[in-house]
């Protein structure tokens, strides 16, 4: 039994609705860089705006009029429905098997739970290694108009790199809810508000200093676009902090879903 093939098939339409929604939205913003391209007026309205308003929006350090600086605000958007999309795809791989009442099958079937688990991971990982593709494709597209640099095309490929990390995670994360909450239907929303948490609280730690703390519980702070620009790498540590925490929270699944009632 080809699992891996099999979710991929199942979660295929939904993957093609998000990546087209999310194509779309992505271009729509993209659109407006041409009124801030090589456009410094627009700089000085920005001035104008407050210092917070700033923060929150990620507008500050930020050149608009360049595409890495647009590009680097618009991608803090692509963080946040991505992780969305991915929490929904890891509550709806594992979801299905209480739903439709799978555990007597799983018994006599030569697969145990854990492989069940692993596959369906893989399979996750594949699928949101598509959504990237496309949204990112969809990003580097639209600035071929714009003669990107070398600098530039490597700041996208960091970018989905950090991205397949952290939806990777949230994958993991949507799985872990089904495996540990008994109310399903309260499960996604659940997995939804856990990533606007996340969201927000990231905002918060650039508007109030003393939150700074907070730092390495907001996985949205953890790969902040303008600082990969920057350095023109991701920051080690929150990559094995990413991998470390997926990982375990794998682990502990797997041992809390082996003796799961998923019937009931």
Known sequence: MNIIGQEIKNH???LIIWSISM???VSLIMLEFSAYHNNPELLDI???LPENLMQAFGFVGLNLTTLEGFVSVTIVYIQLIGSIFAVMLGI???LKEHMQKTSEFLYVMPIKR???IINKVIAGVLLNLMFIVVVFGVVLAISIQYKPSIDFVV????????MLLLMNMWLIVGMFLVGVILQRKSILAIGVMIVFVMYVLSVMIELVDFLDVLLWISPFSWFVASSIFENQSLEIKYVLVVIAFSVTLLVTLIR???NKNIVT
């Open 23 to 25: 194509g779309l939205f």
């Open 92 to 94: 709806g791989l594992l």
């Open 256 to 258: 809390v879903y082996k």
């Open 114 to 116: 854990n492989t069940m």
């Open 12 to 14: 295929f339409k939904s």
């Open 46 to 48: 920005l001035e104008v």
């Open 155 to 162: 700041f996208l490929l960091l970018n989905g790199l950090s």
